[in-house]
């Protein structure tokens, strides 16, 4: 079947700090993985995707790498800001529509 | 990119009434919409797919006769969740899907039931 594990948080770093955020995934075929933002009352927004194996997505510092022979997704930011305080989400989403989605990993940066 | 939008963003309702949640593709036609519901502090549920004119698809342990959906149209889709009680309270979030399949998702809609 499909799943996403996420690294459970929350995460509480100080700015500047290295992030990661670990999501491994189980699927059938070939899934395409995304990583999501929610901010505080917000719905989801993308942040990055990668379609294929060693594939990496990246956005605002963001990275993943999508490595099939772990299965994996780790979302990385070099220096984090206090603006990147949000709940980030891990998924997947073979072929077709549906997504699977991780539990979410709470990130607190403090100044 | 594209915009999905939902009305209302906050509802508290009393026990025993209908809500009616609208979400809307903004620029661009959405063939399939999904709808989600998300427990404080817990990731996102699929709820039901549901196709521009024909019925919606609903996940296993998901109340058909509770939300209703319908996806009228190719840019709104409805969720009304009929006679609802404390347990439906919760974050609904739609999504939509055009002919690229990127999924758009919406901003939520929460939901109060006192």
């Known amino acids: 079947g499909n799943s996403v594990t996420q690294m459970e948080g929350p995460v509480t770093l100080s700015e500047e700090a290295f992030l990661t955020i670990n999501c491994t995934y189980t699927?059938?075929?070939?899934?395409?993985l995304f990583w999501y933002v929610q901010y505080p009352g917000e719905g989801l927004q993308l942040l990055l995707k990668?379609?294929?194996?060693?594939d990496k997505g990246s956005n605002k510092g963001f990275e993943a790498t999508y490595r099939k022979e772990t299965t994996s997704f780790h979302l990385e930011k070099g220096s984090v800001q206090v603006s990147d305080s949000a709940v980030y989400f891990c998924?997947?989403?073979?072929?077709?529509?549906?997504?699977?989605f991780g539990t979410g990993t709470s990130l607190t940066v403090i100044p | 990119g594209a915009v999905v939008s939902q009305h209302p963003s906050w509802v508290i309702c009393k026990s025993g009434t209908s809500v009616k949640i609208e979400c809307r593709s903004l620029?661009?036609?959405?063939?399939?919409m999904f709808w989600y519901r998300q427990f404080p502090k817990q990731s996102l549920m699929l709820m039901a797919t549901?196709?521009?004119?024909?019925?919606?698809?609903?996940e296993q342990g998901v109340e058909k006769d509770k939300f209703l959906i319908n996806h009228a149209s190719l840019t709104l889709s409805t969720l009304t969740v009929t006679s609802a009680h404390p347990e439906d309270s919760s974050f609904y979030i739609c999504?939509?899907?055009?002919?690229?399949?990127?999924?758009?998702f919406g901003p939520g809609t929460r939901l109060l039931v006192l």
């Open positions: 999504s939509a899907s055009g002919s690229r399949e990127t999924q758009y």
């Open positions: 699927a059938t075929g070939y899934p395409s």
């Open positions: 990668a379609t294929k194996a060693d």
């Open positions: 998924a997947l989403k073979p072929t077709g529509n549906q997504f699977y």
């Open positions: 620029d661009f036609q959405a063939t399939t």
């Open positions: 549901s196709n521009e004119g024909s019925k919606a698809t609903y």
